[in-house]
């Protein structure tokens, strides 16, 4: 069993930063890329940062510059700390991980989302 758990969203004043975290657990030989996503009312899902086991990382064009995501391979984690957020940025954000188990096959695990609403 593999358990995604996301920390860290909240409301924030437009201009402001949070920090959200997710902590991969379980039966877990190997994590390929870790990431996040969001999805606001109304509006599909969609990428925000992925990072990759080599540490590679890619960004949805509107955070360039904004939102940094990074990973600890060693407590299983990843982060996105997010500053001059806007109210754009207001979605529900979801922790996802590529994750072999035993059987090494890679498969998609999500977590739970986490709020962040940007308003004044």
């Known amino acids: 069993q593999v358990q995604l758990v996301e920390s860290g969203g909240g409301l924030v004043q437009p201009g402001g930063s949070l920090r959200l975290s997710c902590a991969a657990s379980g039966s877990i030989f190997s994590i390929d890329a870790m990431g996040w996503y969001r999805q606001a009312p109304g509006k599909q899902r969609e990428l925000v940062a992925t990072?990759?086991?080599?540490?590679?990382?890619k960004y949805l064009d509107s955070v360039k510059g904004r939102f940094t995501i990074s990973r600890d391979t060693a407590r299983r984690t990843v982060y996105l700390q997010m500053n001059s957020l806007k109210p754009d940025d207001s979605a529900v954000y979801y922790c996802?991980?590529?994750?072999?188990?035993?059987?090494?096959?890679?498969?998609?695990?999500w977590g739970q989302g986490t709020q962040v609403t940007v308003s004044s």
């Open positions: 996802n991980a590529i994750i072999r188990t035993a059987t090494l096959v890679p498969h998609d695990y």
């Open positions: 990072v990759g086991s080599d540490g590679k990382s």
